[in-house]
């Protein structure tokens, strides 16, 4: 019964304001209807059947001291006057008990209470389908037979409120789904265009139009999105200018310790030698971003070729990976980006594999394309699955650039695959070691 309440549970906003609008408002209904069925309905409907017993009451009384010969006459003007039919008789009553009309209950107590005998009141269905109502009423040692339809009623305030609540329901329903719909739309719009922020792509600017409160809100979005891309780009540019101006003293600081070999220790030239090296490779990765976050034009590609290149390529640092082509799997994307995140992935795949072997996957799926890059080696605890995507982050600190990369490579992986609506993430591979899975959607943002 909790995971039954749990589904069906509204958990959206648009579902939670509008069960909230409608629970509420039915409840003032109900109580209003209740109010009014107690305070009016019913005493209305109980002097109604005061009113009908009495007139049934003094008829019987009236019959019965009647000479035989006008009884006929009484009985007409009984039928056209007020609707009762009424007959002397000695059959059982005929039809059936019925409860579900309060005022029937209420005339069967008040004929009881006025006659003090126990007054039943059936029911039959007569050929026309019309609803009659029967009562035998004990008069003079004589049994006198009522019958009305139930048209004799006149009214029936309970169909009338039945169908005043139901229209209402349905009233509050429409009413409640229209307002809170109206209310959680521009709400959509903004969570869309804040993700598409959150990407790097810079979202179509919202409307600004409708109330006050949302026409600020979207005027004041519109103008965040564009002062986020503005910094984005300002971020990329400045990356790509202190990358390319570090590499002209680089390039003289190399100059100069080759100058210097001849007469300074060789093992302290060695060293530097490599930490420029390794600066050089750094520079090299933040220029390679900006050019890779600037973009060129998505074209229609099959992801064999390039999970193929990126192979053939990881194969050359000497260790065996597991590759074989599949079907065909045609997408529009920007072919530098994704091998550069596969060359990423399989380059941490080689390196913390141990030589035990690195294997490549993809697989269709309805929503688009997932890639997989598959190693054995130690494997990332759960806790730091996501750290590891952090700047400079490595699992060992102990390790050197050397032995353990940058720090860079999955950081630029994921920023490189968010910003074009991709999804990067690790998970444990059964058997031990790394699943990183890419999922490149069908259709994509644009960036």
């Not at 309905?41 to 009236?62: F, G, H, N, Y």
């Not at 598959?374 to 605890?381: A, M, Q």
Request: with cysteine; hydrophobic share 45%; net charge neutral.
């Amino acid at each position: 019964m909790k995971n039954l309440l749990q589904r069906w549970w509204p958990k959206t906003l648009y579902a939670k304001t509008s069960a909230t609008l409608a629970a509420t408002t039915l409840l003032f209904l109900l109580l209003t209807l209740i109010t009014i069925g107690y305070l009016i309905v019913i005493p209305v409907a109980k002097r109604s059947a005061e009113d009908l017993a009495a007139l049934m009451m003094v008829s019987a009384q009236t019959w019965a001291e009647l000479p035989p010969q006008t009884r006929p006459d009484f009985e007409l003007e009984l039928e056209l006057n007020h609707g009762l039919f009424m007959y002397q008789t000695t059959s059982p009553l005929p039809g059936e008990e019925t409860r579900l009309l309060p005022y029937i209950h209420f005339l069967q107590d008040s004929l009881t209470r006025r006659s003090n005998q126990s007054i039943t009141i059936k029911q039959t269905i007569s050929d026309d389908g019309t609803r009659w109502f029967w009562t035998d009423i004990p008069v003079n040692e004589r049994v006198v037979r009522f019958g009305f339809t139930l048209a004799r009623l006149g009214p029936q305030p309970p169909l009338a409120a039945l169908i005043v609540f139901t229209l209402g329901i349905a009233l509050v329903l429409l009413t409640a789904l229209l307002l809170v719909r109206r209310l959680t739309r521009p709400l959509a719009r903004f969570a869309k265009a804040a993700d598409e922020i959150g990407r790097g792509v810079t979202p179509k600017p919202l409307p600004e139009a409708g109330p006050v409160e949302l026409l600020q809100l979207a005027r004041t979005f519109n103008h965040m999105a564009l002062q986020v891309q503005e910094l984005l780009a300002d971020r990329t540019t400045m990356l790509s200018g202190i990358a390319h101006d570090l590499r002209t003293p680089l390039a003289r600081l190399g100059l100069t310790l080759e100058m210097l070999r001849p007469q300074a220790d060789a093992q302290l030239v060695a060293e530097a030698t490599q930490d420029i090296q390794e600066m050089e490779h750094l520079i090299s990765q933040y220029l390679q971003l900006g050019q890779e976050l600037a973009g060129d034009s998505p074209e229609p590609i099959d992801i064999r070729d390039i999970i193929d290149r990126c192979v053939i390529d990881a194969r050359r640092m000497g260790t065996d990976i597991d590759w074989t082509p599949g079907d065909p799997c045609l997408l529009t994307l920007q072919p530098l980006v994704l091998t550069r995140i596969l060359a990423n992935l399989l380059q941490n795949a080689v390196r913390y594999s141990d030589g035990l072997g690195v294997a490549g996957e993809y697989r269709r799926t309805p929503e688009g394309c997932v890639i997989k890059v598959l190693d054995r080696g130690p494997g990332i605890p759960e806790a730091e699955r996501e750290t590891v995507f952090r700047p400079f982050y490595r699992l060992d600190p102990s390790r050197s650039s050397s032995s353990g990369g940058s720090g860079l490579g999955l950081a630029i992986a994921r920023q490189l695959a968010q910003f074009h609506g991709w999804r990067l993430s690790l998970v444990a591979r059964p058997g031990g070691g790394t699943e990183a899975c890419i999922e490149i959607p069908t259709f994509q943002s644009p960036a």
